[in-house]
């Protein structure tokens, strides 16, 4: 079975610094993609990056970017030039290409992150 | 376009009563799903449906049962709710189509269920 870990509840940072947020998973499969999902205080689940798992670069998207390592079982998300409505719950999700098929989204426990003025 | 609604919004109910939640989407979407959030655990799939009059058990599926009768919309029931179903209430919908467009979810603003 496919796990997600998030080992970080909680972390902060400064207005216009750089963070990382961790998250590893297990799977046994070759074929999956990885999501991070960003939740804010209005509790909408919005859709930050994905990654393919068979593309060798990692997914950037405006000022959010991933580290990719596939041998690793690592997807962290990197917030460059944090801005105070980064502030949100995010959730790492991975997902296996069942082409043709239901395709299950298994979540994170959740990494909450405070921007701070 | 409104995408993926819920309703409602916020609910308390109290132990043994019932309900539903409705969902709706205007996306024309073959998939949707049920899932429920909870401090420290992520979002867990409840129940599911691939198409029109199908539907599938998720990782927790009891206490809850499902219908897709129209295919815009997906209904989730508590037959009789119980406190350890306070929780809120996510419903996503998506599409089979070409990869990798095809396998985003699509997730409504939820639903705050509190059984007291």
């Known amino acids: 079975a496919q796990t997600v870990t998030q080992s970080q509840p909680e972390m902060s940072v400064q207005e216009a610094e750089t963070v990382t947020l961790s998250c590893t998973y297990d799977?046994?499969?070759?074929?999956?993609?990885l999501f991070w999902y960003k939740q804010p205080p209005s509790r909408q689940m919005i859709l930050v990056i994905r990654?393919?798992?068979?593309?060798?670069q990692n997914a950037t998207e405006n000022r959010f970017s991933v580290n990719f390592q596939k041998a690793a079982k690592s997807f962290s998300l990197k917030i460059s030039d944090s801005q105070l409505g980064d502030t949100a719950m995010y959730f790492c999700?991975?997902?296996?290409?069942?082409?043709?098929?239901?395709?299950?989204?298994?979540f994170g426990a959740g990494t909450r992150l405070a921007v701070h003025p | 376009n409104a995408g993926v609604t819920q309703t409602p919004k916020f609910r308390v109910l109290k132990t043994g009563q019932s309900m539903t939640l409705l969902c709706a989407q205007d996306?024309?979407?073959?998939?949707m799903y049920w899932y429920r959030q909870d401090p420290g655990m992520g979002l867990r799939l409840i129940h599911y449906s691939v198409g029109e009059g199908t539907t599938a058990k998720g990782e927790v599926p009891d206490g809850y049962n499902v219908s897709r009768l129209k295919k815009q919309n997906f209904l989730l029931g508590l037959e009789s709710a119980a406190p350890s179903q306070t929780s809120v209430y996510f419903c996503?919908?998506?599409?089979?189509?070409?990869?990798?467009?095809?396998?985003?979810?699509?997730f409504g603003p939820g639903t705050r269920l509190t059984v007291t």
């Open positions: 799977t046994s499969e070759n074929n999956y993609y």
């Open positions: 996503a919908s998506s599409y089979p189509g070409v990869a990798p467009s095809s396998y985003e979810q699509y």
């Open positions: 990654q393919e798992a068979y593309k060798q």
């Open positions: 996306m024309n979407h073959e998939y």
């Open positions: 999700a991975f997902m296996l290409d069942v082409s043709g098929g239901y395709n299950k989204l298994i």
